[in-house]
């Protein structure tokens, strides 16, 4: 690991004069997919830690990699993981830009399940900041393509983003229509760890929403579904 993490760095700094080419061509034995796949994955490790600044260290290693390799897949997911750390770290004008180089890119390859995915990122990033039309507007998008190609997993995180959005403006009839969405997605994939999550999602819904019989009912439901995990 320490090797590869060395040779990162290397690569990089030669990135920075004109002796990159050289330098993946000395090295592309060892700056496989796989190299630049295990840099992601210790990235996501970091990030999970909430280490952003070594996770975005990594990140940038990959994405500078990739190019190199054109690895097209890996560079836009180092573009939106570089999004979510600066994102989770309250940057959120370096999140924007991030977010949408992600989602250029993944429209230039006409990806559509990674562009849905990204713009879900973008909108959520969107209602932090209050931009609640913009937010709604990207993740609605998203959920027409999830949709049509129907991803459950890909539903689910926009249907539970357009969720959260209807409850902070208040409409609470439809967020729980879109939380109940989710609550059967994740039952069907048997996921009881999202279901939990859910369940306490309606419960704070009826909370909010001054329906407090029906709050403790979802509370307890979201207890008990933890309990089976």
Same mark, same amino acid.
């Given at each position: 690991?320490?090797?590869?993490?060395?040779?990162?760095?290397?690569?990089?700094?030669?990135?920075?004069s004109?002796?990159?080419?050289?330098?993946?061509?000395?090295?592309?034995?060892?700056?496989?997919?796989?190299?630049?796949?295990?840099?992601?994955?210790?990235?996501n490790?970091?990030?999970?830690?909430?280490?952003?600044?070594s996770a975005?260290?990594?990140?940038?290693?990959a994405?500078s990699?990739a190019?190199?390799?054109?690895?097209?897949?890996?560079?836009?997911?180092?573009?939106?993981?570089?999004?979510l750390c600066?994102?989770?770290?309250g940057?959120?004008?370096?999140?924007?830009?991030?977010?949408?180089?992600?989602?250029?890119?993944?429209l230039?390859?006409n990806?559509?399940?990674?562009?849905?995915?990204?713009?879900?990122?973008?909108?959520?990033l969107?209602?932090?900041?209050?931009?609640?039309?913009?937010?709604?507007?990207?993740?609605?998008k998203?959920?027409?393509?999830?949709?049509?190609?129907k991803d459950?997993?890909?539903? =689910?995180?926009?249907? !539970?983003? *357009?969720a959260?959005?209807q409850?902070?403006? /208040? $409409? +609470?009839?439809?967020a729980?229509? %879109? @939380?109940?969405?989710?609550?059967?997605i994740?039952?069907?994939?048997?996921?009881?760890?999202?279901? =939990?999550?859910?369940y !306490?999602? *309606?419960?704070?819904?009826?909370?909010?929403? /001054? $329906? +407090?019989?029906?709050?403790?009912? %979802? @509370?307890?439901?979201?207890?008990?579904t933890?309990?089976?995990?």
């Open positions: 690991m320490l090797k590869r993490l060395l040779l990162t760095f290397l690569l990089l700094a030669l990135i920075q004109n002796s990159a080419d050289q330098a993946f061509e000395d090295d592309k034995d060892i700056v496989t997919k796989d190299f630049i796949t295990n840099l992601i994955l210790q990235g490790d970091l990030l999970a830690q909430q280490k952003y600044d975005i260290i990594l990140y940038m290693g994405d990699l190019t190199l390799s054109d690895d097209f897949e890996s560079k836009t997911n180092c573009k939106h993981n570089i999004g600066y994102y989770r770290d940057k959120y004008t370096l999140s924007r830009e991030y977010f949408g180089e992600a989602i250029n890119l993944s230039s390859a990806d559509e399940l990674k562009t849905a995915k990204y713009q879900i990122s973008l909108g959520v969107y209602k932090q900041l209050s931009i609640y039309d913009k937010s709604m507007q990207l993740i609605m998203s959920i027409v393509i999830a949709e049509k190609h459950l997993q890909l539903m =689910a995180m926009a249907y !539970n983003s *357009i959260g959005i409850n902070t403006l /208040g $409409n +609470y009839q439809g729980l229509e %879109y @939380y109940f969405l989710v609550a059967d994740f039952t069907e994939l048997d996921y009881k760890t999202g279901l =939990a999550k859910v !306490n999602n *309606i419960g704070n819904v009826y909370t909010d929403s /001054g $329906n +407090y019989e029906l709050s403790k009912k %979802y @509370y307890f439901k979201s207890l008990k933890k309990q089976r995990i």
